[in-house]
């Protein structure tokens, strides 16, 4: 009979009580019993935006509303009210577990046997009555293990509680089997959604155990658990103090107290189970555009009467989405092509370029637009998908250049983001008529005919003095010369200018003696050159113009290492009046592909009287002489000198050194 006792009418006041203010075992409750309740899971955000929640409504008495359709909810995320996607009702199926706690009360005579035997006969016929193919599973826990774990066959089912016969007068009770129940119903459900729902058949607790039902409620809270007791209680013991831990036990979780008795038939766990059996699946697009903590909610508005759930909060990690270019082209050649009218027209006049989005939040969603920037501004844009490649038009690049392209995305959420910028250097094919078009062009053409022209009116100047000069030596007549014991100098020693004066005995005149530039380097198998006397004939010579004052000493920088050994890297001849060092090619004379320089490092200077210098060009290494650094302004160098250009090391060596000094290194300086 269930319980109501007229004796003790004590504890079914206090039964009502704690049945009247239990706490439900679902994610989330919300309004008062009487108006009905919703209930709402925490939404799965697997594939944001579109997020999924597990919705349920009841009726005022408990019962499952199966008719609630999705125009009747709305869901109030952080404050705003979304309207949902779809709304689809599924049956979960639920995760039954028996949790049986026999004791010799389960012995006492009953019609057609004992109270076991009453109970499990109940249990089959219940099982056999389950339609095939049930999504419903069954677990039997008992005091000296799991009897069987999450079976879904009905013919499992029954085999099962059939199997189990334990021995009643020796069994003792314990709380064993509802803490193996508490622990499979922590584990996550076969399916999502799924509900689990324990029965306890017991029989009264024993004093040593009554101490620790409280931890096994907190532990069925904590699951969100509802525990239903069938409560064996023979000739009327129920009706004491020792029930109330399990009246407790199921009104604090949502579950159901009922007195086993043979006067009455024991209600079907169908009638438990309906509420469960069913829920609604939600799902809607989420407005959410960026990272936080975020509520949500759910009313329900039916027959004039509004539903709102409890919130539910949870957090999410939002990124804009970031593109990135797929082999790009490093070149794009522009050519001439004739058209289908026989025309000539550039040609490509656009190329696909291929291109991926990744979402680093690891929420992959819709794009709304793809753009396509030219230095900066925009030339193509995509709003249909497959977003993969996009048009780069180039009918508006005429001439040879360098372009920079950048992709830029916006999702669903209108999150945007560009990527970086990538090069690309687009030939065109020139025309005739494109070369006057140009001023610069047309500039170089002008100074290439003026060059042209005087180059030919040089050319035809020298020609007439030659002819000219030959005229004349046939009129007059040829003297006859003394001979001379002297040697005849050769015809490019007799045209050198420039000489170093020599005084003549008795007078204050100077003549000057041929200097030549000496090389760096001698090859002493080399033969001489051979010359050709010059006639002693007075003829008429072609003026030459003079050479520079200054004299160029010719030298070199020989590579060393930190040891002070010579390399074997072939030296740096310094053989022009001025000579920059650096590791830009474009900026300087002497070009060394090494980090320890700057792009223009230090510059090399022969002065008038052949004397070299070397001089910092603001470099971040800086340049030492001797170990002593050197400023912008030129430092003199000596034969034999040590040059460092930041970490780089090397002798100075002239081709005719006047005199080899011997390097000074100061104290306290230096690097």
């Known amino acids: 009979m269930k319980y109501h006792s007229h004796r003790s009418i004590i504890f079914f006041l206090l039964f009502l009580l704690l049945f009247g203010t239990n706490i439900s075992f679902f994610p989330v409750t919300a309004s008062a019993l009487s108006a009905g309740r919703v209930d709402i899971s925490t939404p799965d955000i697997s594939q944001f935006p579109i997020l999924k929640f597990n919705l349920e409504v009841f009726d005022p008495s408990g019962n499952f509303l199966a008719d609630v359709s999705k125009d009747q909810v709305t869901v109030i995320e952080d404050g705003q009210s979304i309207a949902l996607d779809t709304l689809e009702r599924i049956e979960p199926g639920i995760q039954i577990i028996l949790a049986y706690n026999p004791s010799s009360a389960f012995a006492a005579t009953a019609p057609g046997g004992n109270y076991f035997t009453y109970i499990q006969k109940t249990l089959n016929v219940w099982a056999q009555n389950q339609p095939a193919d049930t999504p419903n599973s069954l677990t039997i826990a008992t005091n000296t293990g799991l009897q069987a774990v999450q079976l879904t066959s009905i013919s499992d089912w029954q085999q099962a509680i059939s199997s189990y016969q334990p021995d009643l007068m020796n069994a003792q009770p314990s709380l064993i089997s509802l803490s193996l129940s508490l622990d499979l119903a922590t584990d996550p459900a076969a399916q999502p959604g799924m509900h689990t729902i324990i029965f306890y058949i017991t029989s009264l ?133 004739k058209n289908e009218e026989g025309k000539k027209v550039l040609s490509p006049s656009s190329i696909p370029v291929s291109y991926l989005v990744e979402f680093p939040d690891g929420h992959p969603r819709d794009l709304q637009a793809v753009r396509l920037f030219v230095d900066d501004v925009m030339v193509a844009q995509s709003t249909i998908p497959p977003f993969t490649e996009i048009e780069l038009p180039l009918d508006d690049i005429q001439e040879s250049k360098t372009i920079h392209l950048q992709i830029e995305v916006e999702d669903a959420l209108g999150l945007v983001q560009r ?45 007439r003095l030659r002819k000219k000069s030959n005229a004349e030596r046939k009129e007059k007549p040829v003297r006859a010369v003394k001979k001379s014991n002297k040697k005849p100098l050769s015809r490019s020693a007799s045209l050198k200018i420039g000489s170093k004066p020599v005084k003549k005995q008795g007078s204050a005149a100077v003549s000057r003696q041929p200097l030549q530039r000496q090389a760096v380097y001698r090859n002493a198998s080399a033969r001489p050159v051979v010359t050709r006397p010059v006639r002693t004939l007075e003829t008429p010579t072609i003026p030459v113009a003079p050479l520079p004052v200054s004299i160029l000493s010719s030298a070199r920088l020989v590579w060393l290492n930190d040891d002070g050994q010579v390399l074997s890297n072939p030296p740096l001849a310094l053989i022009e009046e ?51 650094p050197v400023d912008k302004q030129p430092t003199p160098l000596q034969h034999g000198d040590i040059v460092q250009l930041g970490r780089l090391m090397f002798r100075f060596e002239m081709a005719n050194p006047t005199k080899i000094p011997r390097p000074i290194v100061k104290k306290g300086q230096g690097i």
């Open 419 to 463: 990527s970086i910028q990538i090069p690309i250097q687009v030939t065109v094919e020139p025309s005739g008529i494109d070369v006057f078009k140009n001023p610069a062009n047309i500039l170089k053409l002008i100074i290439g005919f003026a060059g042209v022209i005087i180059l030919a009116g040089i050319v035809f100047l020298i020609i």
């Open 205 to 337: 607790l024993p004093n040593d155990l009554i101490d620790d039902v409280p931890n096994q409620i907190e532990r069925a809270l904590l699951a969100k658990v509802p525990v239903f007791v069938w409560l064996v209680a023979p000739n009327g013991t129920a009706n004491t103090p020792a029930s109330e831990p399990l009246i407790q036990l199921s009104g604090n979780t949502g579950g159901q107290l009922y007195v086993v008795s043979t006067n009455e038939e024991l209600p079907g766990l169908d009638t438990y189970l309906q509420p469960m059996r069913f829920l609604y699946q939600a799902t809607y697009t989420s407005q959410i555009d960026q990272s936080d903590t975020h509520i949500v909610k759910a009313v329900v508005e039916r027959q004039g009467e509004t539903l709102t759930s409890s919130e539910t909060s949870f957090s999410i990690n939002i990124l804009p989405p970031s593109p990135i270019f797929l082999t790009p082209p490093a070149t794009i050649d522009r050519t001439k092509i």
């Open 578 to 628: 001025v000579i920059t060092v650096g590791n830009d090619m474009r900026q300087v004379t002497r070009y060394i592909d090494s980090p320890e320089l700057s792009p223009v490092h230090a510059r090399f200077r022969c002065t008038p009287d052949g004397t070299w210098t070397v001089a910092d060009c603001n470099s971040i290494a800086g340049t030492y002489i001797n170990y002593n």
